[in-house]
């Protein structure tokens, strides 16, 4: 009897509570089923949102012409270099051998060409004298000009190895800081097939680009000059601003997506921004300062009761003119209103347009759930 009884207070007091949450709801639904915000005044920028990556204005790769083992370094990351300042030196020894070959070869040449010239001007004179015939004699003027032509090879050849040896050691083309360094005292670089970069150098790090990639719906919205706002992880809590440089013709085509490159300048007095950081950036396409606006949660809204039927006919006729609908509250009843909208920032929309003024209520939606939380009480009897 005692627990029949204590289940019987628990059901009691379980109905109770039902019944006073189902009329709670009932009643505030019938005094506002509506949730409004008011139309006011501010700023609305219309912007483009994009990734980019930071990089040097101008990106230098030093390698080397030539092969060679890496014998002494004069620079490491982070340096500031002056242009023409050694970087770093490849072992000499073959080469300067081999310029002492070519030395000795060009001494072998100009040893040959004068003997042929001395054998000439032999020939040249028993000619004249009819010792020998014309045939003769041009036979020895052609071992001149092979002679001749021997030695200018050679010549070259030290010429050539002289160069070589110079290779060998790497300088700074530009004043700059380096970036990267990607060689080691004792290191083999080969040169036959591909150049290897042997130092990265940037020119001026106070003054960036960003290479932004931007889709082909939004490409048009941009142009040289335009204002951009950015955020880097490294300061999530700060914004950098920048410009428009160049809006790159050529198409980037992957997997059926359309992009295109947008570069963007940016100022890098205090060195915070580093190469290689990514950029969250927002173009900032118009903007507009005090104007009225509205949220645009009261564009998107649209009743679901019958009570909007009749408006349907003159809603379509409204948006032919450049109008759209919204519906505002006026002493608890809701009512429909028509607005030219401008710019938008994806919170508010600036009203060009409109039969609403500042402070009146717009609807952004129904407050929800009401008829369906008050049915969730109901309880089945078994």
Known sequence: MRIAKSSFIALLLTIAVSIYWFTRDSDESKVNPYLTRALDRGDIIQ????????????????????????????????????????????????????????????????????????????????YEQGFISAEGLDIVKQELDAARAQLAVSRAQVERDRANLSYSIIKSPISGVVIARDVDIGQTVAANFQTPVLFQIAKD????????????????????????????????????SGTVKQVRLNPTIQENVVTYNVVAMVSNDEGALLPGMTANIHFVVDQRRNVLRMPNAALRYQPDDAESA?????????????????????????????????ITDGNYTEIVVSELKEGDAVIIRDKSGKKDSASQFRFRMF
Request: cysteine-free; charged content about 15%.
């Open 205 to 240: 790090l106070r003054e960036m680009q960003i290479n932004i990639s931007v889709s082909e719906a939004d490409i048009g919205l941009l142009h040289i000059g335009q204002p951009i706002n950015f955020t880097v992880d490294a300061y999530q809590n700060r914004t950098f």
């Open 47 to 126: 912007t483009i949102s994009a990734n980019g990556t930071l990089t040097p204005v101008v990106l230098v790769n030093v390698g080397t012409q030539i092969s060679g083992t890496v014998a002494r370094l004069y620079a490491d990351f982070n340096d500031e270099v002056e242009t023409g300042q050694i970087l770093a030196e490849l072992d000499p020894a073959l080469l300067q051998a081999q310029l002492q070959q070519s030395g000795a070869n060009l001494l072998s040449a100009q040893t040959q060409h004068n003997i042929t010239r001395s054998k000439l001007e032999r020939h040249q004179r028993l």
């Open 310 to 342: 009749g408006s349907t006919g003159a809603r379509v006729q409204k948006k032919s003119d450049g109008q759209v609908t919204v519906y505002q509250l006026i002493d608890g009843v809701r009512a429909v209103a028509y607005v030219a909208t401008g």
